[in-house]
C-alpha cells in the first residue's frame, strides 16, 4: 500500500535553529499538508498546499514558517528560528483529491525537540 | 478551541464486545466529519466518514452515526477486536482542507 514517509523520525535541535522537516507524499497526490500535535494535546492543521503554492493555512502557521515542493516529490516544512513551543509531532499527509472528505494519508511523523 | 469535544479519554472493552466513541461538535455548518486511528509512532489512519445529509455509513465493523440536532458524531466498532486498540480521533472538515481533531480517545479491547 503507498505511504507517506517521512524523515527524520526524530530531530533534536538548539532553540533559535532552522530546521526543515522532510515528507515524500505518495506519487500520483497533489494535495499535501503539515499537521503538528503538541504532546498531549490535539492535532492541528498547519497548512495545506497545492499547484506550488499555499491553499489555506492556520494561525499556527506564522512567518517562521514555511512549506515548498523543491521537486517532483518532495515535500517540506522549514521553521526559520525555532521556539521551545515549537516542540511536537509533525505529520505530513497527501491526499489524490481536494476534498478532506475523502480522507488523507499521514506519515508516521517526525517528532521535533527543541532544547 | 473547543469546536470539536471528545469527553471520554479513555474507553476499555472486552473482545467480541461493542465500541462506542463519542464526539460532539459545536458549528452545525460543518458538512463533513471523520474518524481516524492512530497507533504508537505513526500517522492517523483514516478510517471512515460521514457527510452531513446522511445519519449512518457503515464499513465492515465499523459504523458511524450523526446526530446533527444533537451535534453528536459517534463510532461504532462491532465486534471489537485487540487490534483495535488505539486512540481515535473524530474529526470535522472545516473549509474545503482543514481538518479540526478532537482530543482524541484511547481506546483498549481486552482479550
Known amino acids: 500500500e503507498p505511504e507517506v514517509t517521512q524523515t527524520p523520525s526524530h530531530q533534536v535541535t538548539q532553540m533559535g535553529q532552522e530546521v526543515i522537516l522532510r515528507c515524500v507524499p505518495i506519487s500520483n497526490h497533489l494535495y499535501f499538508y503539515w499537521y503538528r500535535q503538541i504532546l498531549g494535546q490535539k492535532v492541528e492543521f498547519l497548512v495545506s498546499f497545492y499547484n506550488n503554492e499555499i491553499s489555506e493555512k492556520s494561525e499556527i502557521f506564522d512567518d517562521q514558517f514555511s512549506v515548498e515542493r523543491p521537486d517532483g516529490s518532495n515535500f517540506t516544512l522549514k521553521i526559520r528560528s525555532t521556539k521551545l513551543e515549537d516542540s511536537a509531532m509533525y505529520f505530513c499527509a497527501s491526499s489524490g483529491r481536494g476534498q478532506g472528505s475523502y480522507g488523507y494519508t499521514f506519515g508516521s511523523g517526525t517528532r521535533l525537540t527543541v532544547v | 478551541d473547543q469546536q470539536v469535544k471528545q469527553n471520554s479519554p479513555s474507553l476499555s472493552v472486552q473482545e467480541g464486545r461493542i465500541s462506542i466513541l463519542n464526539c460532539d461538535y459545536t458549528n452545525s455548518m460543518f458538512d463533513y466529519f471523520l474518524w481516524y486511528k492512530k497507533y504508537p509512532a505513526e500517522g492517523p489512519t483514516f478510517l471512515i466518514s460521514?457527510?452531513?445529509?446522511?445519519d449512518k455509513n457503515e464499513d465492515g465493523r465499523f459504523t458511524v452515526f450523526l446526530n446533527k440536532s444533537a451535534k453528536h458524531l459517534s463510532l461504532h466498532i462491532v465486534p471489537s477486536q485487540p487490534g483495535d486498540s488505539a486512540v481515535y480521533f473524530c474529526a470535522v472538515l472545516s473549509g474545503t482542507y482543514k481538518y479540526i481533531f478532537g482530543t482524541g480517545t484511547r481506546l483498549k479491547v481486552l482479550a
Open positions: 460521514i457527510s452531513s445529509i446522511k
